[in-house]
């Protein structure tokens, strides 16, 4: 079906070439085709291409210059947090690279946030986090474990009162997400990491910090040498 409402076309080409950035088609130092050219190919007017430029360029993807045109920036450049920038990031397949700085990020900060949960947490606060962990306890596949999954990390991040960091974990949610799915499909039991999960509940209910701080951080490293181990695995079968 052809998009024709302004805001979805808009939209549409935001996505196309967003994606082809962040996925690799268009690599850095590239210049995009003349204005008219694109527009044409993309089947939209000028006038929502450069609207959708405009967005690209806000986060970081590309740049203009005179007499040179419009071209890829350097990754470095990009605004890594934007969530379309990390949905579009997720949404091809995650490089090992990719993996890595999400988990070192999730190192700095859940372990923190669980520990301020269980300095802060209140009794509201605190029946949250146990719904979430009984909604994980309840799930019936990887999909739903993963649901639940995030809603316990959110319950958590909301526990610690502080705003920023509940902001933060909304900006790499759609990252977080496709982790948790990530993990639980590579896993030979997607619940293996429910352990960890109550232990973590415990501490908070418990207002016992640095218990829900060593429990997050074993979480975390438990999930990531689950990934690894399946890598290795299909590493070997492959060879």
Known sequence: MKVTDARNLHGHVIRE????????DLRPGDVLPREENLAESMDVSRTALREALK???AKG???????????????????????????????????????????????????AAAAAAARRRTTTQLTN???????????????????????FHDAVLQATGNELMISLFSVVES???????????????FKYSLPHHLKVLEAIRRKQPEVARK?????????????????KGSSKKAS
């Open 17 to 24: 070439l967003g994606k082809r950035i962040v996925v690799g």
């Open 55 to 57: 967005v690209l360029s």
């Open 61 to 111: 993807l590309i740049e203009s210059r005179p007499r040179v045109g419009t071209r890829v920036r350097a990754t470095q450049y990009w605004n890594q947090l934007d969530a379309d920038v990390l949905s579009w990031r997720c949404a091809s397949m995650p490089t090992d690279d990719f993996i890595e700085k999400l988990v070192e990020m999730r190192e700095i900060i859940e372990p």
């Open 129 to 151: 986090v146990d719904l979430a962990y009984r909604k994980m306890e309840a799930a019936r596949d990887p999909e739903e474990w993963a649901a639940a999954d995030l809603g």
């Open 175 to 189: 990252a977080l997400g496709m982790f948790f799915v990530l993990s639980a499909k590579t896993a030979g039991d």
């Open 215 to 231: 429990a997050m951080q074993s979480m975390i490293a438990d999930s990531l040498a689950n990934l690894h181990k399946k890598r």
